[in-house]
């Protein structure tokens, strides 16, 4: 794997999740025993100061099933110690990251359930619908890999550009075909899009960049679907090993997970709204694994 897939891989993650600090035991578990005995189901995570994981562990619970909740401080740390058996499952990372870390590891981790994809938004300050902005128009996208290729598909979902190929995770402005589309698109670095609205008609601006250019995520023109398939690798998932699956504790939990109003409310508070829950079938999800780690290798 190129590291340079792998940093545009670890960007497309919410950077909010890196300040969290480091918390639960170092003492490992063993894959599965979890379920078969009363020891908690240990679960990594970057983010385990976020209410929602309170309110998720006390539902669980009420199930009989104990969670410990294991706090990592950098991205290249939950999938170690998951495939090592130091946890049972881990919940930090979407499908695109998950397929690098295990063509990079030669590794089969598998996901076992979605949570929500957080998506990457179009914005403008001069048009307040996609139809309104004028053909031969400019529009701004990060020029990091992984957001670039993101951030093509929200605008070909959107109907302002095609892409030659249909577009994938590897997709970059030369992949536009200017004979087919309705605007000029420019690759700016992911700090200047917001910052540039004023002089394009619409910008892809990261989550992270939203709130110092004064903008909401509701104030998207356009965003990813979630029904799109392009979307499915940036929706964030549970990701177990791969002879853990189907253990029914640990589906259990993803069950208690996408049904509990209140966990899920506090995933999209926790976001700044930006979070949409999503619950994708797992075999797409197993399906969209197997395409990226296939793409991945294709493009080494």
Not at 188 to 213: C, G, H, M, R, Y
Not at 227 to 248: G, H, L, T, W
Not at 278 to 284: A, I, L, S
């Amino acid at each position: 794997m190129s590291k340079r897939f792998l940093s545009a891989a670890a960007l497309a993650l919410p950077l909010a999740l890196l300040v969290s600090g480091c918390a639960g035991s170092s003492e490992p578990a063993t894959s599965g025993d979890a379920a078969a005995s009363d020891e908690p189901v240990r679960i990594g995570v970057v983010n385990s100061g976020d209410p929602y994981w309170d309110t998720f562990t006390k539902e669980a619970a009420a199930e009989d099933i104990e969670v410990e909740l294991v706090n990592f401080t950098e991205y290249a740390q939950p999938n170690p110690a998951l495939s090592a058996g130091e946890l049972d499952l881990n919940q930090f990372q979407h499908v695109i990251y998950l397929a690098t870390y295990n063509v990079a590891s030669d590794d089969d981790l598998q996901p076992i359930g979605s949570t929500a994809i957080y998506p990457l938004g179009l914005y403008s300050t001069q048009y307040d619908a996609v139809e309104d902005i004028p053909a031969g128009a400019t529009v701004a996208v990060p020029n990091d890999e992984s957001n670039q290729a993101r951030g093509l598909l929200v605008l070909q979902s959107a109907g302002l550009i095609e892409l030659t190929d249909g577009g994938s995770i590897f997709s970059t402005v030369a992949d536009i075909d200017e004979s087919t589309s309705k605007v000029k698109v420019e690759a700016l670095d992911a700090a200047f899009t917001a910052t540039s609205l004023p002089d394009v008609a619409a910008a892809i601006v990261n989550n992270d960049f939203l709130e110092d250019a004064g903008l909401t995520a509701d104030d998207a023109i356009a965003q990813d679907d979630p029904s799109d398939p392009n979307a499915v690798p940036y929706i964030n998932i549970f990701a177990a090993k791969a002879e853990d699956a189907d253990n029914p504790t640990y589906l259990k939990l993803i069950e208690i997970f996408q049904n509990s109003q209140d966990v899920l409310d506090g995933v999209v508070e926790a976001s700044g709204g930006t979070a949409v829950i999503v619950k994708t079938p797992v075999d797409e999800l197993v399906a969209s694994l197997t395409d990226v780690e296939d793409d991945i290798r294709a493009n080494q």
